[in-house]
């Protein structure tokens, strides 16, 4: 008696375990898709990206600054044989005895200089041109990068909700499946039915039951995308219902084809890019021009016992220019005209892609409205329809296969209109996204 409750209590405390660990929350869609921005691996990545060109860019402009110089050097020397020649002796007598040679065992030189470009052919006002231009492409893409981690939280969104209400539906039919079963064994033995009925009626159960399981797994699947994607625990069950989408969804203004054009993170990205291409041209052409910069300097010298230098200050110009860039540099301007050819091409790609997405996204869209009308009312015909056909059934005016039958396309009806109501609101936002206004319709806190 008492290992019986001992058992039981086992069991009671490993329910109560499960339960806990398998943690049920009811996430709405915006919080998802801010938590999705803040803690996914890839918009990560691309704000890190947008923070390195921030960097170099900040490096290019440091160019403009004068280089400043110090170096200095202490050198000992062996014993050097140092001889001095001045006027006084080589003027004379030959046969006179040269003067005591100085003794010297070491050498200090010290030196500081300092150079500021005035002119190099524009190259470094177009390099920083182009830096700026990189960076903002980067910011337009870490921007783009967000857009497609919010579709794909929504993408998730929709399935999940699919799958959950697919497996509601089936285990509701399963159940329904199971009492009938139940009723035709019974009229079966008592020779009320044949046995060809009662076969159907359990072949029936048999598919729903795989379908339920089917369902289930898709749910599971769905569900550990998105919990990795969100960065949340892997027993996190996230339940998706209608009060997870914003009421005020469809409020939301689509832009027309040119003001997408305008919003698309993307072709900003690609307009900054063709901006930098353009710098990188004048950068290359920079080659056939003089550098001139401004140069200053000090220097101070002893070697023992012979000579110290002190004070030596100098400032100047210095002007130089490479002859043989009239001949190579020409390549480096094609070069960097071809990839500014390659942007400007991408570009245009890119402009026809994204019409025809937003037409897509608007048929889609359009269609989705149409589906959840037609299949709004194929619920209720079909729910009429397996009513009657039950009548008829307990009445002995229909058989077995048109009450099996019915009831299938009763359920088909429903799970039609589940993923029709899913599919408005994620055509909706396919949409959002194809005028490149989907992060912006959920107006989130964080940036």
Known sequence: MKFSKL??????????????????TNLSLKDAVEIALSKSDEVGLATTKSVTRSYE???????????????????????????LKSSGEASSDPDAEPAATPKVNQLMFGQASVSMPLFSGFKLRNSIKAS???????????????????????????????AQKSVELFKESLKSGQQRVTDFTAMEQNGIIARNDLLKAQLQVSKYQLSLDDAEKNVRLINYYLVTLLKLSPETQISVSPESIQNDLFSFNVQTEAEALQSRKD??????????????????????????????GYVAMDIQNVVRVENAMNVGVGLSYNLSSIFKNGKEVKAAKS??????????????????????????????????????????????????????????LSDTNDLLEADVEDLSAKINLAYAKANVVLKYYELLDASGQLTQSFNLTTK
């Open 57 to 83: 860019l900040s490096s290019v402009k440091n160019n403009q600054y004068p280089d400043v110089k110090i170096s200095g050097q202490y050198l000992r020397l062996t014993n050097a044989d140092i001889k």
């Open 267 to 296: 072709m900003e990205a690609l307009s900054h890019l063709e901006n930098a291409s353009k710098s990188e041209i004048k950068v290359a052409q920079s080659g056939y021009y003089p550098a001139l910069s401004l140069t200053g």
């Open 7 to 24: 058992l039981l209590f086992g069991i009671f405390l490993i329910g109560i375990s499960s339960v806990h660990a398998q943690q049920k």
């Open 339 to 396: 990839r500014a050819q390659e942007v400007e091409q991408q570009k245009a790609i890119l402009t026809d892609r994204i019409k025809e997405q937003i037409m897509e996204a608007k048929e889609s869209y359009d269609l989705s409205m149409k589906q959840d009308k037609v299949y709004t009312e194929a619920v209720g015909q079909a729910d009429e329809n397996f009513r009657i056909v039950k009548d008829k059934y307990d009445n002995g």
């Open 132 to 162: 700026e231009s990189q960076y903002k492409a980067e910011l337009a893409n870490a921007s783009y990068t967000k857009e497609e981690t919010a579709m794909k939280v929504v993408s998730y969104y929709a399935d999940l909700y699919k």
